[in-house]
T-cell receptor
Framework: SQTIHQWPATLVQPVGSPLSLECTVE??????LYWYRQAAGRGLQLLFY??????ISSEVPQNLSASRPQDRQFILSSKKLLLSDSGFYLC?????????????FGPGTRLTVL | AQKVTQAQTEISVVEKEDVTLDCVYETRDTTYYLFWYKQPPSGELVFLIRRNSFDEQNEISGRYSWNFQKSTSSFNFTITASQVVDSAVYFC???????????FGTGTRLQVFP
């Protein structure tokens, strides 16, 4: 089964600083990958998804960008963080085989922008 | 447009009580999947169940049961004889076909008191 790694686990950054969150996946190849954000006390919102290397779809206009330089690597970035970028960021991977219609989530990164 | 509504923001019960978490969804797709996830205080999303839109059979797993009714576009989740360890935020989600992007409800925070 798939294993999703995310780092860092927590991050505190000043407004205006850059951001790079990394997600890597084990146990599958050519998966669909997703970035979700959960703002404090709110539900999860899909930010980006990718169906393959270099293929990124953005769901909402925002201060963030995503890249997929390798099959099982998904990166979330920002050139200048805003206070509103604070939240819990979750990377997800679509399952394979009998789990094809399921999504598996990583442990998340908790980002605080001050 | 697709949408998931969890009208209950927070529910508090005493241990051993039964509790039902409501989920209502909207979609124009004929094929879709519905999910329930549990988010304990640690933050990770724990998969609980996936239901295919063509399978309206109710499902029971231990103390958990799910009632899927297409006629009312609902997919409710019942915990029987609740326990303190059930305290968490529970999310209902709907997937889009082909991309499997998940549309989440805003979540229901369940607190089970001893």
């Amino acid at each position: 089964s798939q294993t999703i790694h995310q780092w860092p686990a927590t991050l505190v950054q000043p407004v205006g600083s850059p951001l790079s969150l990394e997600c890597t996946v084990e146990g599958t190849s050519n998966p669909n990958l997703y970035w979700y954000r959960q703002a404090a006390g709110r539900g999860l919102q899909l930010l980006f998804y990718s169906v393959g290397i270099g293929q990124i779809s953005s769901e909402v206009p925002q201060n963030l960008s995503a890249s997929r330089p390798q099959d099982r690597q998904f990166i979330l970035s920002s050139k200048k963080l805003l206070l509103s970028d604070s939240g819990f960021y979750l990377c997800a991977c679509r399952g394979a085989g009998v789990f094809y219609n399921e999504q598996f989530f990583g442990p998340g990164t908790r980002l605080t922008v001050l | 447009a697709q949408k998931v509504t969890q009208a209950q923001t927070e529910i508090s019960v005493v241990e051993k009580e039964d509790v039902t978490l409501d989920c209502v969804y909207e979609t124009r797709d004929t094929t879709y999947y519905l999910f329930w996830y549990k988010q304990p205080p640690s933050g990770e999303l724990v998969f609980l169940i996936r239901r295919n839109s063509f399978d309206e059979q109710n499902e029971i797993s231990g103390r958990y049961s799910w009632n899927f009714q297409k006629s009312t576009s609902s997919f409710n989740f019942t915990i029987t004889a609740s326990q303190v360890v059930d305290s968490a935020v529970y999310f209902c989600a709907l997937s889009e076909p082909y991309t499997d992007k998940l549309i989440f409800g805003t979540g229901t925070r369940l607190q089970v008191f001893p």
